[in-house]
C-alpha cells in the first residue's frame, strides 16, 4: 500500500517539474536571506559582546548561517535537477542521485527546524550572559586608564542613551558601586575620606548617577545627585519623581531588543521550513513518477507518484532489514557457503493445499 | 552641411535604439532615487523645523519631489519611443510627438539645472535659518510648560546628543541664558537670590551646561556645573580640558549635515541631466532618411543639426524676428497691389 498515492499524466509530470524548478529558485533566495539573517545576528550579538559574560551564544548565529549557505546549495542543486527532469532522457543522469538527495535535504529540513527552535530558546542564556556582562561592566566603569576596559565607560554611556535604560535592574544599582575614579577624587578632603571609610571595602558610594541615566523627557534639568535627599533639591520627591531618570533596567532593554530580533528570524526559519518541506514532498513526488514511467518503457505514460512505496510500518521493516544484512552472521563465522537448516516452515506445495481438497475426499 | 553626421546602416540603427531603450530605463530608475531623495530630505528638514523656528524652507524638496516624478514620466515615455522606433508603422505614428518630446526634453533639463543652482545656493539660507532657529531654541529652553514650546527641551536634547554639539556657536552660549525654570528654583534661598539679582535682566545665569552637552567618551564623569571654575573640581583645567563637553557648536553641526545632503543631491543632478536628447535625435534622423523605406536594410544618415551650428542660430534669429515684426503694424508703404508704372 502506497502512503499518498496521485496519478500523473506527462502533461502534468511537465508542469510539477517547471513550478518545482522555479519554486527551488525562491528557495535558493530564502536560502540567501537566512544566511544574511544570521550575519545579521552575529554582528549585532558582536557589537554589544562588551556587556556580556562569557557565555557561548554564538552557535545560533553561526548555525544560521551554516544552514543559509547549505540550503543555497541543496536548493540549486534541485533547481537543477528539476529542469534536466522534463526530458526523460536527461533524467536517467540523475535517477541515482535522486534518492540519496532527497534523503539528505529530509534531515536537512530537520536541521532547519532545529535551527528556528534553538532561536526561541536562547532567550534564556542571553539573559543571564547580559545580567553577568552588565554588572561587569557597571564595575569597570571608572577604570578607564586600564588597557582592555579604557572604552568601557564609553559603551555603557551610550548603551543608557541609545536603549533609554539605567543600570542592570535599574538606576539603585549604581549606588552600590563606586563609578567614579579614585583619580578625580580628592583624597585631602574630610568628606571624601569618610565616605570611602563609611563602608567595608572602602569604596566611594554615594546615592548619585552617571549623566546617560538622564530621561530627555523630563520637563526639569536632570538631577544626577543625592537622588535620595528630597530636601537636597527643590521642589523634588524621589518617590514619585519618574520622569528624571530612565526607569527601565538595561538587562531589561537589551533583552527585549535581542528577544524581538530572535522572534523576527525564528518566525522566518519556520516559514523557510514548511516551504521547505513542500518542495521536498513536490521533488518526492516527481522522482517516483518518473521512476514508474521508466518501468513501464513508454514516457509519455500516465505513472504513479507517492511518498513512500509501502506502508510506514512495512518501509521501517525493510530500513531494520538492510541494516541488518549488513552485520555479520556469528553462527556461521561470517562462512556464507554453509548450510543453514531453515526454522520457518518449508513450502512445499500440495501439503499446505486448502481445505477444499479435504472436503471433497470426506 | 549637416552638424555631426554619422552614418547608420541596420544593425548600427538597432543598436543605438537598444543602446537608448536601456539608457532611458536607467534614467526612469535614476528619477525614481531623485523622487525619495526628496521625500527624505523633506521628512530630515520636518524633524528638526523646531531648531529652525519653524520656518525652513521646502522649496527645495518640493521641487526634488517634482523633479523625480517628471523625470520618470519623460524617460519612460522616451523609452517607449525607442522601442517603437524600429517598428516603422509605429515610428510613423510616432514621428509628430517627437519634436515636442525633444524641446519638453531640453525643458527638463534646463530645470534641472536650476535645481542643482538651488541646492547649492539654498545652503545659506539654512544656515541663517538654523543660527537664528537655535538662538531661540536655547532661550526656550526652560519653557517646558508653555503651551507650543513644551518639547523644545527634548528637541534641543536630542540635537545635541545626536550631533555632538553642544550651545549654538560653542558651549558658552549656555552661560547666557537661564535655562533652569523659576518652577524650580528655590526663591527663598540666598545663593539663588544673588544670583538673580547680579544681572540687569534679572535671570538665573550660571556657568553650567545641560546634561546633553557631555561627552560619553571622556575618562571621567561630566563635569556640567561650575565649568569655569578650576578650584570647584579635582585636578580640573578647564583651559586644557576638551573630552570632558562637546566642543563643537550645533550650528554648525547640524548645517554640515544638511550641506552634505544637498551637496549629494546636487551631484546626483548633474549626473541626471545626460545626453540621452542627442541620442534620440541621432535616431530619429536616421530612421527618416532612409532612402528607401519598404528596404530595413538600406544605409542612411544620422546629425544633430540640419544645418551647421551656425546656420542654425542665424535661422532661429530670424524666425524670432519675423515672430516678431508679424505683431506689428506696417507703417506707410506701397499696398502690393498697386503697380507701378
Redesign the interface.
Known amino acids: 500500500m502506497a502512503v499518498l498515492k496521485v496519478k500523473f499524466t506527462k502533461t502534468r509530470r511537465d508542469k510539477l517539474a517547471q513550478i518545482l524548478w522555479i519554486l527551488n529558485w525562491i528557495s535558493v533566495v530564502t536560502g540567501v536571506i537566512l544566511f544574511s539573517l544570521g550575519l545579521f545576528l552575529k554582528v549585532e550579538l558582536k557589537k554589544r559582546e562588551e556587556l556580556m559574560a562569557e557565555k557561548d551564544i554564538q552557535y545560533v548565529p553561526n548555525m544560521l548561517i551554516a544552514v543559509g549557505l547549505i540550503a543555497c546549495a541543496i536548493n540549486f542543486l534541485g533547481g537543477k535537477i528539476c529542469y534536466d527532469c522534463v526530458d526523460s532522457t536527461k533524467f536517467l543522469r540523475w535517477k541515482l542521485i535522486m534518492l540519496p538527495y532527497i534523503v539528505c535535504t529530509f534531515f536537512f529540513t530537520l536541521c532547519v527546524l532545529v535551527g528556528a527552535l534553538m532561536c526561541y530558546s536562547m532567550h534564556w542564556e542571553l539573559e543571564e550572559a547580559l545580567d553577568l556582562g552588565l554588572m561587569q561592566a557597571m564595575r569597570f566603569y571608572k577604570d578607564t586608564d586600564m588597557p582592555g576596559r579604557c572604552f568601557l565607560k564609553h559603551t555603557v554611556d551610550t548603551l543608557q542613551i541609545q536603549f533609554q535604560c539605567c543600570g542592570n535592574s535599574g538606576y539603585k544599582d549604581w549606588f552600590q558601586i563606586q563609578w567614579i575614579s579614585n583619580r578625580y577624587l580628592d583624597m585631602s578632603k574630610k568628606e571624601v575620606v569618610d565616605r570611602l571609610r563609611s563602608n567595608v571595602e572602602g569604596k566611594y558610594l554615594m546615592d548619585g548617577v552617571p549623566f546617560s541615566c538622564c530621561n530627555i523627557n523630563s520637563p526639569r534639568p536632570c538631577i544626577q545627585q543625592q537622588i535620595t535627599n528630597n530636601s537636597a533639591h527643590f521642589n523634588y520627591e524621589h518617590q514619585t519623581e519618574d520622569q528624571n531618570l530612565w526607569m527601565k533596567g538595561c538587562r531589561q532593554a537589551l533583552l527585549e531588543y535581542y528577544t524581538h530580533i530572535m522572534q523576527s528570524i525564528g518566525l522566518t526559519v519556520l516559514i523557510t521550513w514548511l516551504f521547505e518541506l513542500s518542495v521536498l514532498t513536490g521533488v518526492r513526488y516527481l522522482q517516483t513518477s518518473l521512476e514508474n514511467v521508466l518501468r513501464q518503457g513508454d514516457p509519455d505514460s500516465e505513472s504513479d507518484g507517492w511518498l513512500l512505496e509501502n506502508s510506514l510500518m512495512e518501509t521501517a521493516r525493510i530500513i531494520k532489514s538492510l541494516g541488518k544484512s549488513n552485520q555479520i552472521n556469528t553462527a556461521n563465522n561470517g562462512d556464507p557457503n554453509i548450510d543453514v537448516p531453515s526454522t520457518s516452515k518449508a513450502h512445499y506445495g500440495p501439503d499446505n493445499v486448502p481445505p477444499k481438497e479435504k472436503m471433497e475426499t470426506s | 552641411m549637416p552638424f555631426l553626421s554619422l552614418k547608420f546602416n541596420l544593425q548600427k540603427r538597432v543598436k543605438l535604439a537598444q543602446g537608448l531603450w536601456m539608457l532611458y530605463w536607467l534614467a526612469v530608475i535614476v528619477g525614481i532615487i531623485l523622487f525619495s531623495l526628496g521625500i527624505f530630505f523633506k521628512i530630515e528638514l520636518r524633524k528638526r523645523s523646531e531648531i529652525m523656528d519653524n520656518n525652513e524652507s521646502h522649496l527645495v524638496p518640493n521641487l526634488l519631489i517634482l523633479v523625480g516624478m517628471l523625470s520618470c514620466g519623460l524617460n519612460a515615455f522616451g523609452g517607449k519611443l525607442c522601442h517603437d522606433s524600429l517598428d516603422p508603422q509605429k515610428f510613423s505614428k510616432m514621428k509628430p510627438m517627437l519634436r515636442p518630446y525633444m524641446l519638453l526634453c531640453c525643458g527638463f533639463n534646463a530645470l534641472l539645472l536650476l535645481l542643482v543652482l538651488l541646492c547649492f545656493l539654498m545652503q545659506f539660507a539654512v544656515y541663517l535659518t538654523l543660527a537664528e532657529g537655535l538662538k531661540n531654541a536655547i532661550r526656550f529652553y526652560k519653557d517646558?510648560?508653555t503651551p507650543g514650546r513644551?518639547f523644545m527641551?527634548?528637541t534641543l536634547?536630542?540635537t545635541q546628543?545626536e550631533f555632538r554639539c553642544c550651545g549654538n556657536n560653542n558651549f558658552r552660549d549656555w552661560f547666557e541664558v537661564q535655562?533652569?525654570?523659576n518652577?524650580?528654583?528655590?526663591m527663598s534661598?540666598d545663593v539663588v537670590k544673588d544670583r538673580v539679582l547680579s544681572n540687569v535682566e534679572g535671570k538665573y545665569l550660571m556657568d553650567s551646561v545641560?546634561?546633553?552637552c557631555?561627552n560619553?567618551?571622556?575618562?571621567?564623569?561630566?563635569i556640567?556645573h561650575h565649568l569655569t571654575n578650576n578650584s570647584a573640581?579635582?585636578?580640573y583645567d578647564h583651559r586644557t580640558e576638551e573630552l570632558n563637553i562637546w566642543n563643537r557648536g550645533c550650528r554648525q553641526a547640524v548645517f554640515s549635515y544638511y550641506s552634505g545632503i544637498m551637496n549629494s543631491i546636487g551631484a546626483l543632478l548633474i549626473f541626471t541631466m545626460a545626453g540621452d536628447v542627442a541620442g534620440l535625435k541621432y535616431l530619429s534622423t536616421a530612421l527618416e532618411t532612409m532612402a528607401d523605406p519598404e528596404n530595413p536594410e538600406c544605409e542612411s544618415e544620422g546629425w544633430l543639426l540640419e544645418k551647421g551650428f551656425k546656420e542654425t542660430l542665424a535661422d532661429l534669429l530670424s524666425k524670432v524676428k519675423t515672430f516678431g515684426r508679424a505683431n506689428q503694424v506696417e507703417e506707410g508703404g506701397t499696398s502690393p497691389n498697386v503697380t507701378a508704372t
Open positions: 517646558t510648560d513644551c527641551k527634548r536634547d536630542m546628543i535655562w533652569i525654570s518652577r524650580y528654583l528655590d534661598n545641560p546634561f546633553s557631555c560619553p567618551g571622556s575618562p571621567r564623569p561630566c556640567q573640581h579635582y585636578d
